[in-house]
């Protein structure tokens, strides 16, 4: 049974504004965050989709409530899909964390895996629970889904269905509520849409 899984990155939080590194920790959405949503939203209304799966973090959960009650269709939480916890840098200015942390940060980000950030939660198991969230989304009922959630998490979901390790994850890039589509066909992923933002220029 072929299924469309349209994937959403949570729209502009208050984090994102300041440029804060977030990860496991919350900030609610900006009022261009809320517009970014409901844009989002308007696009979508006529894609067919029966249910929507959230990361129960604030900015993704505020964003996939918008868009389940302009599509009128139910909402689920997943705590699979939470953002990957980034450890002791959390919480601190992204580009302060690149000047002080230069090699570390710049390391991390072509390579994830081989070298991962102080206290970052193991790479191995956020890889787990997100090969376990894709296992159970492929076996919904639903033929046409839509999953809100976070750059990390995003790129995981990405990587994980066209055949890419873990390694990749930072080299796939996605906007506030950059909506990508992937397309299983009973047997295999095929990605049919990465980061369009084209709702945002309606």
């Not at 969230?133 to 959630?149: G, P, T, W, Y």
Request: proline content about 3%.
């Amino acid at each position: 049974m072929k299924k469309l899984i349209y994937l959403v990155r949570h729209a502009q939080s208050e984090f994102n504004e300041k440029g804060i590194f977030q990860g496991r920790l919350d900030s609610d959405l900006t009022p261009l965050g809320f517009v970014q949503a409901r844009m989002c939203a308007e696009f979508l209304k006529d894609k067919g989709i029966q249910l929507i799966i959230s990361s129960p973090q604030r900015r993704a959960y505020k964003t996939a409530q918008t868009i389940s009650d302009l599509l009128q269709i139910p909402l689920q939480i997943d705590e699979r899909i939470r953002e990957m916890s980034f450890g002791v840098f959390e919480g601190r200015h992204f580009w302060t964390l690149v000047e002080e942390n230069r090699d570390t940060f710049l390391n991390w980000l072509k390579d994830p895996v081989t070298h991962p950030l102080p206290t970052q939660e193991n790479m191995g198991e956020f890889e787990n629970r997100v090969k376990h969230f894709l296992k159970d989304l492929i076996n919904l009922s639903q033929e046409r889904l839509c999953v809100v959630a976070h750059g990390g998490t995003l790129h995981a979901i990405i990587c994980l269905t066209v055949g890419l390790s873990l390694n990749n994850l930072w080299n796939i890039h996605m906007d506030n509520t950059g909506i990508s589509l992937l397309e299983f066909d009973g047997e295999r992923f095929h990605l049919r849409l990465l980061n369009s933002l084209c709702h945002l220029k309606l």
